[in-house]
């Protein structure tokens, strides 16, 4: 499902791929999938449904064992290392625990999404004294994390982690933003702050978002178009208005989907009201 006369970005046909790490075990199988540009889709399922696996193979991070992969029309796995490399530029992958150096500053950590726009002598020089602070600065109050731009990583909270791991996402120049499970940190609140700022970065870069999620109800609430994975296949793949409660309970027969609401709510910061307008 792709709406019609949108460019493009994701093309995959069978797509089989194994988990990450060397097991042999099939963490996807036979995905037929099409994303078009400035799309924005939400990915839904159990535990162990290949979420993951699925968005490091968006992102060219993983390479899959079979059927095809298309990338912005190309096969990123048959172009040289340059092209690639060229190609990964245009995405941007956003892990649940973003690899974050724990003594690093909270300001050159963000400022680090600018690395593949930077030349050598650019990025080392930003180590000492960063470079754009205001722009690092912009980009965490819209995740209501301001006040910790000179902080050391390894003073922030688990949810501050994430979302300072996202404020990344907003300097980077890329046209596909690939988020995995950005609120498992977060209290309601930052919740819907965090996916308002999501959706509306990509909404104003014309950017493909996808975006795994444990929480159905946002997802419904907040997503035109729901893909739903399940034993490494594709469960639905639907407008958010054709799917049902009785396609949820299948999803999840034995494993209760959760409510919006993460295990350990980060509660150290307060919202700002106007924060996601």
């Not at 899959?64 to 040289?80: E, K």
């Not at 996916?195 to 990509?202: G, H, I, S, V």
Request: charged share 20%; glycine share 6%; proline share 8%.
């Amino acid at each position: 499902m792709t709406p019609t006369g949108s460019a493009p970005v994701y093309r995959l046909e069978r797509l089989v791929a194994r988990h990450a790490g060397g097991t042999r075990a099939l963490a996807l199988q036979q995905i037929d999938l099409r994303i078009g540009a400035g799309e924005q889709l939400a990915l839904i399922g159990p535990s162990g449904a290949g979420k993951t696996t699925l968005l490091a193979t968006l992102a060219c991070a993983h390479r899959p064992d079979g059927g095809t992969f298309q990338a912005f029309g190309a096969d990123p796995w048959t172009l040289s290392d340059a092209a690639r490399h060229r190609l990964r530029a245009r995405l941007f992958l956003a892990p649940q625990t973003p690899p974050l150096p724990p003594r690093q500053r909270v300001v050159t950590a963000v400022l680090a999404a600018r690395l593949p726009q930077w030349n050598l002598w650019q990025a080392l020089v930003s180590l000492v004294k960063p470079k754009d602070p205001e722009a690092a600065y912009r980009a965490l109050v819209r995740f209501n994390l301001g006040d910790k731009l000179y902080a050391r990583v390894d003073r922030l909270s688990g949810g501050e982690r994430q979302r300072c791991g996202l404020a990344r996402l907003l300097l980077s120049s890329a046209q596909v933003l690939l988020v995995d499970e950005p609120l498992s940190a977060l209290d309601p609140a930052l919740s819907q702050l965090t996916l308002a700022t999501l959706q509306q970065e990509a909404a104003s870069r014309k950017a493909a978002l996808v975006c795994s999620l444990h929480q159905v109800d946002l997802a419904l609430a907040h997503f035109p178009r729901i893909v739903a994975l399940k034993d490494g296949r594709v469960a639905f793949d639907l407008p958010r208005e054709q799917v049902t409660q009785a396609m949820i309970d299948e999803l999840y027969l034995n494993e209760r989907p959760p409510a919006n609401g993460p295990h350990e709510p980060d509660l150290a910061t307060p919202l700002a009201v106007g924060a996601c307008l």
